[in-house]
Protein backbone atom coordinates (compact mmCIF):
# COMPACT_ATOMS: atom_id res chain seq x y z
CA UNK A 1 0.00 0.00 0.00
CA UNK A 2 1.69 3.41 -1.25
CA UNK A 3 1.69 6.49 1.47
CA UNK A 4 3.17 9.60 1.39
CA UNK A 5 2.76 11.89 4.60
CA UNK A 6 4.59 15.76 4.54
CA UNK A 7 5.70 17.39 6.92
CA UNK A 8 7.66 20.78 7.17
CA UNK A 9 4.69 23.21 6.87
CA UNK A 10 4.00 26.47 8.86
CA UNK A 11 3.65 30.05 9.01
CA UNK A 12 6.74 31.97 8.01
CA UNK A 13 7.10 36.07 7.24
CA UNK A 14 7.70 37.19 3.20
CA UNK A 15 11.26 36.21 2.29
CA UNK A 16 12.01 33.53 4.85
CA UNK A 17 12.12 29.78 4.15
CA UNK A 18 10.88 26.28 4.85
CA UNK A 19 11.63 22.84 4.36
CA UNK A 20 8.81 20.67 3.12
CA UNK A 21 9.33 16.81 3.90
CA UNK A 22 7.69 13.71 2.17
CA UNK A 23 7.91 10.12 3.77
CA UNK A 24 7.12 7.69 1.04
CA UNK A 25 6.18 3.67 1.90
CA UNK A 26 4.94 1.49 -0.10
CA UNK A 27 7.13 1.47 -3.05
CA UNK A 28 10.23 1.37 -5.03
CA UNK A 29 10.70 4.53 -3.93
CA UNK A 30 14.35 5.04 -6.46
CA UNK A 31 12.86 4.00 -9.57
CA UNK A 32 9.55 6.57 -8.68
CA UNK A 33 9.31 10.09 -10.16
CA UNK A 34 8.16 12.35 -7.08
CA UNK A 35 6.51 15.83 -7.14
CA UNK A 36 5.20 18.45 -4.89
CA UNK A 37 1.74 20.61 -5.92
CA UNK A 38 0.20 23.35 -4.04
CA UNK A 39 -3.36 24.31 -4.14
CA UNK A 40 -4.36 27.34 -3.06
CA UNK A 41 -7.99 28.30 -1.63
CA UNK A 42 -10.11 28.73 -4.65
CA UNK A 43 -7.59 27.35 -6.97
CA UNK A 44 -6.74 24.65 -8.65
CA UNK A 45 -4.01 22.55 -7.63
CA UNK A 46 -0.58 23.20 -9.73
CA UNK A 47 2.86 21.32 -10.33
CA UNK A 48 5.67 22.80 -8.40
CA UNK A 49 8.37 20.65 -8.62
CA UNK A 50 9.26 17.05 -9.91
CA UNK A 51 12.09 14.74 -9.72
CA UNK A 52 12.52 11.82 -11.87
CA UNK A 53 14.96 8.69 -10.80
CA UNK A 54 17.46 10.07 -12.33
CA UNK A 55 17.23 13.24 -10.40
CA UNK A 56 16.11 15.32 -13.03
CA UNK A 57 13.91 18.21 -12.27
CA UNK A 58 11.65 20.73 -13.21
CA UNK A 59 9.75 23.80 -12.11
CA UNK A 60 6.47 26.06 -12.22
CA UNK A 61 7.98 28.91 -13.59
CA UNK A 62 6.93 30.81 -10.61
CA UNK A 63 8.82 29.08 -8.01
CA UNK A 64 12.58 28.80 -10.54
CA UNK A 65 14.91 29.94 -8.50
CA UNK A 66 13.59 29.99 -5.05
CA UNK A 67 12.86 26.66 -4.46
CA UNK A 68 14.61 23.29 -4.85
CA UNK A 69 13.46 19.62 -5.32
CA UNK A 70 15.67 16.77 -3.75
CA UNK A 71 15.18 13.10 -3.06
CA UNK A 72 17.04 10.78 -0.28
CA UNK A 73 16.57 7.19 -1.78
CA UNK A 74 18.36 5.82 0.94
CA UNK A 75 15.81 7.25 3.24
CA UNK A 76 12.65 7.26 0.86
CA UNK A 77 12.21 10.93 1.13
CA UNK A 78 11.76 13.77 -1.24
CA UNK A 79 12.27 17.22 0.32
CA UNK A 80 11.19 21.11 -1.20
CA UNK A 81 13.22 23.71 0.19
CA UNK A 82 11.54 27.05 -0.64
CA UNK A 83 13.49 29.97 -0.23
CA UNK A 84 12.16 33.83 -0.61
CA UNK A 85 9.06 32.66 0.10
CA UNK A 86 6.31 35.13 -0.60
CA UNK A 87 2.44 35.68 0.17
CA UNK A 88 1.60 34.28 -3.50
CA UNK A 89 2.97 30.71 -2.06
CA UNK A 90 0.47 30.34 0.52
CA UNK A 91 -1.52 26.94 -0.26
CA UNK A 92 -1.73 23.07 1.17
CA UNK A 93 1.68 21.80 -0.32
CA UNK A 94 0.98 17.88 -1.32
CA UNK A 95 3.09 15.46 -2.22
CA UNK A 96 2.87 12.96 -5.27
CA UNK A 97 3.52 10.00 -7.05
CA UNK A 98 2.37 9.23 -10.38
CA UNK A 99 1.09 5.43 -10.72
CA UNK A 100 0.64 3.25 -13.48
CA UNK A 101 -3.17 3.26 -12.97
CA UNK A 102 -3.42 6.60 -10.58
CA UNK A 103 -1.48 9.26 -8.79
CA UNK A 104 -0.94 9.02 -5.53
CA UNK A 105 -1.49 11.78 -2.72
CA UNK A 106 -0.07 12.47 0.88
CA UNK A 107 -3.10 14.48 2.71
CA UNK A 108 -1.00 17.93 2.73
CA UNK A 109 0.43 20.20 5.01
CA UNK A 110 -0.50 23.54 5.09
CA UNK A 111 2.50 26.38 4.20
CA UNK A 112 1.36 30.24 4.83
CA UNK A 113 3.46 33.75 4.19
CA UNK A 114 2.52 36.59 5.60
CA UNK A 115 3.20 39.96 4.05
Known amino acids: QVRLVESGGGLVQAGGSLRLSCAASGIIFSVSTMGWYRQAPGKQRELVAV???????NYADSVKGRFTIARDNAKNMVYLQMNSLKPEDTAVYYC?????????WGQGTQVTVSS
Open 51 to 57: ITASDNT
Open 96 to 104: NMPGMIRDY
